[in-house]
């Protein structure tokens, strides 16, 4: 059944960021920065299926981490993943899964004048749903940082277009 489903997977790890770009002497990812497990409302997931009783599954999320300097203030970096997973019965099938990914951060956020720091919102926004004019199944979805997700599919094919805040898009297609 092919429906746009919360996906309440967990994970109790945090990840650590890669070694970033440094500009004017300060590196934009931290290197020991280190990313929250994502929560439920922070990531979005459907299945199919395709030919050759082969299934699809698509998650994205985003999880948040942050960088304290000694003012107190803070600057929000957000991790966005989007994977889909085409995998087949077939014993010599190998799994094929395609991937992008980026960090985002915000401006630096001081505490008000009574100490309070709000944090970004982490939720996944289901912008639409439907049907399109050739008949295929269309989600459209943004994420916290402002990425947004267009996945369209139909019994033979699978396309999610990823259209990142920094003008940047990736095209994961299965088959």
């Given at each position: 059944?092919?429906?746009?489903?919360?996906?309440?997977?967990?994970?109790?790890?945090?990840?650590?960021?890669?070694?970033?770009?440094?500009?004017?002497?300060?590196?934009?990812?931290?290197?020991?920065?280190?990313?929250?497990?994502?929560?439920?409302?922070?990531?979005?997931?459907?299945e199919g299926t395709?030919?050759?009783?082969?299934?699809?599954?698509?998650?994205?999320?985003?999880?948040?981490?942050?960088?304290?300097?000694?003012?107190?203030?803070?600057?929000?970096?957000?991790?966005?993943?989007?994977?889909?997973?085409?995998?087949?019965?077939?014993?010599?099938?190998?799994?094929?899964?395609?991937?992008?990914?980026?960090?985002?951060?915000?401006?630096?956020?001081?505490?008000?004048?009574?100490?309070?720091?709000?944090?970004?919102?982490?939720?996944?926004?289901?912008?639409?749903?439907?049907t399109t004019v050739?008949?295929?199944?269309?989600?459209?979805?943004?994420?916290?940082?402002?990425?947004?997700?267009?996945?369209?599919?139909?019994?033979?094919?699978?396309?999610?277009?990823?259209?990142?805040?920094?003008?940047?898009?990736?095209?994961?297609?299965?088959?």
């Open positions: 059944m092919k429906k746009l489903i919360a996906a309440a997977i967990v994970a109790a790890v945090t990840l650590p960021a890669p070694a970033g770009v440094k500009v004017g002497g300060s590196e934009f990812v931290p290197k020991d920065l280190i990313f929250a497990s994502a929560d439920s409302t922070s990531q979005a997931g459907a395709l030919p050759n009783d082969c299934k699809w599954t698509f998650l994205a999320e985003t999880r948040i981490g942050r960088r304290e300097n000694a003012q107190r203030c803070v600057r929000f970096y957000f991790k966005t993943s989007v994977v889909l997973t085409q995998s087949c019965p077939a014993k010599e099938a190998t799994p094929v899964r395609r991937y992008a990914e980026r960090i985002t951060a915000t401006d630096e956020r001081c505490p008000d004048g009574s100490g309070r720091l709000n944090a970004p919102s982490a939720d996944t926004k289901v912008m639409s749903s439907g050739d008949g295929r199944r269309q989600e459209i979805l943004r994420q916290a940082d402002g990425t947004r997700v267009n996945l369209s599919y139909d019994e033979k094919t699978v396309v999610a277009t990823v259209s990142f805040p920094d003008g940047t898009s990736d095209v994961l297609k299965l088959p």
